[in-house]
């Protein structure tokens, strides 16, 4: 065996131990948030938007695009850890497809915490973060929706 097999062979080991570790702590819907981030990304012009630094000191901004009443699009960002993450692509996809008012009835801490299958005690102000980023996105929606300088006029 050649020293690059031995180093893509203990990268495979390292990874599965990885994964051993996080499986005796988090759900498989939480792994998969983690591993395959729904949503991560920003969005050029957003209807509403928010940045929030959590408590721990991670920032998540989230950018939500509004069509006919309805989140046609939601992304965010984080330069948080790993249920920081996992907890911004469960609310993007809680969000999506809903109106504002759906949307803020569903968006929650414990509705995150319900999907992912709870998370450690340590990590629980990641799911906190996300929803007061998505539901201070939703204010500034409606912020610009009721605010006269906001609305689009005809033009005659």
Sequence with gaps: MDERDEVERFQR?????I??????????????HWMHPRNFRSLEDPDGYARVQG???????????????????CGFQTDGCGPT??????????AAGKTFVEALATVST??????VGGLPESHLHCARLASE??????ADYQYHQQAPWGKKYRKT
């Design 19 to 32: 994964l051993e570790d996080l499986r005796r702590t988090y759900s498989p819907v939480a792994i998969d």
């Design 133 to 138: 980023t998505m539901r201070r996105a939703l």
């Design 55 to 73: 408590s721990c000191g991670d920032t998540m901004e989230m950018f939500l695009r509004v069509r006919d009443g309805r989140i046609l699009e």
């Design 85 to 94: 993450i996992i907890c911004g692509s469960v609310v993007t996809e809680l």
């Design 13 to 17: 080991e390292l990874q599965e131990q």
């Design 110 to 115: 414990s509705e995150i915490l319900r999907i």
